[in-house]
């Protein structure tokens, strides 16, 4: 069983920078693609940031862009979303999530949360001004 665990979430004000972090359990975890998600309140769920499984292909919301930087450790079965300058409006629960599909399908699909079969329980930011 695929099992994914995130942690490190917490709270900081406006322009200031947190890192979480998702533990990947399971066999071959290594060649899932995974991605970051979040959801504030009142709102749908919301797809930030995506990497393949090699870690080698990235791709990011435009919200998010040049200020969060997805990235994994295969060796650690980790991944990591740095998030850097802050938003109130990045307020919200951080969710990471897996993928058996290949990384160009999840591209030519826009990263549908359907092709995650995987997510981990979420883990609380909150950006306060």
């Known amino acids: 069983q695929v099992q994914l665990t995130e942690s490190g979430g917490g709270a900081v004000q406006t322009g200031g920078s947190l890192r979480v972090s998702c533990a990947l359990t399971g066999d071959s975890v290594s060649s899932l693609s995974m991605a970051w998600s979040r959801q504030a309140p009142g709102k749908d769920l919301e797809w930030n940031a995506a990497?393949?499984?090699?870690?080698?292909?990235?791709n990011y919301a435009s919200s998010v862009y040049h200020r969060f930087t997805i990235s994994r450790d295969n060796a650690a079965n980790m991944l990591y979303l740095q998030m850097n300058n802050l938003r109130p409006e990045d307020t919200a629960m951080y969710y990471c999530?897996?993928?058996?599909?290949?990384?160009?399908?999840?591209?030519?699909?826009?990263?549908?949360?359907?092709?995650?079969?995987?997510w981990g329980q979420g883990t609380q930011v909150t950006v306060s001004s």
């Open positions: 999530a897996a993928s058996t599909v290949s990384w160009g399908t999840l591209l030519l699909r826009r990263l549908l949360q359907s092709d995650f079969q995987y």
């Open positions: 990497i393949s499984s090699s870690g080698r292909d990235t």
